[in-house]
């Protein structure tokens, strides 16, 4: 399996394969944003937006969070994170629309944004691997671990991609 780092992610990704190939990628000059969006498995898993294609990112009251999906963007990539006993990160999706008021309530200030699957992780990485690696210190998910949407940064993107790539 190839590693995948945020060097290649900052360019325009057509398709899954294409992340996870060793093909020479184009020099690009647009910058990537990471996140990490957390998801009961029970309620809606990594899965689910595999079988669907993509989704309504939806059902984030948090003003942090909200503050975060505010400055989201169309094209950013996204760990998806699955919560409750298995705590650890399963896949990667990538941001379709800027965020928008959930259609769905009477509230502008609760948004939704759109994102579609790029590909299961080769291996979920664990909480507990993250705790245990020195490289994740000052990590918001672990600094904030209550938080559903938790900037990445591409240090840490990178090992985590090295941690799923092991």
Request: glycine content about 6%.
């Amino acid at each position: 399996m190839v590693a995948i780092t945020a060097q290649e992610f900052e360019l325009q990704m057509p398709d899954a394969s294409e992340l996870l190939s060793d093909e020479p990628k184009m020099e690009s000059s647009l910058t990537m944003t990471y996140w990490l969006l957390k998801t009961e498995p029970h309620v809606y898993s990594y899965h689910d937006l595999d079988r669907d294609g993509s989704t309504v990112w939806d059902g984030v009251a948090n003003n942090l969070a909200l503050k975060h999906i505010r400055t989201i963007g169309e094209g950013d990539l996204a760990l998806i994170y699955h919560t409750g006993e298995e705590r650890r990160a399963v896949g990667i999706g990538k941001v379709i629309s800027a965020p928008y008021p959930d259609p769905k309530l009477n509230d502008p200030k609760l948004l939704v944004f759109d994102i579609a699957k790029v590909a299961p992780l080769p291996r979920s990485v664990s909480l507990a691997e993250i705790k245990a690696h020195p490289g994740f210190a000052g990590f918001d998910l672990i600094r904030n671990s209550r938080l559903s949407v938790v900037p990445v940064s591409s240090a840490h993107w990178n090992l985590i991609m090295e941690l799923a790539n092991a």
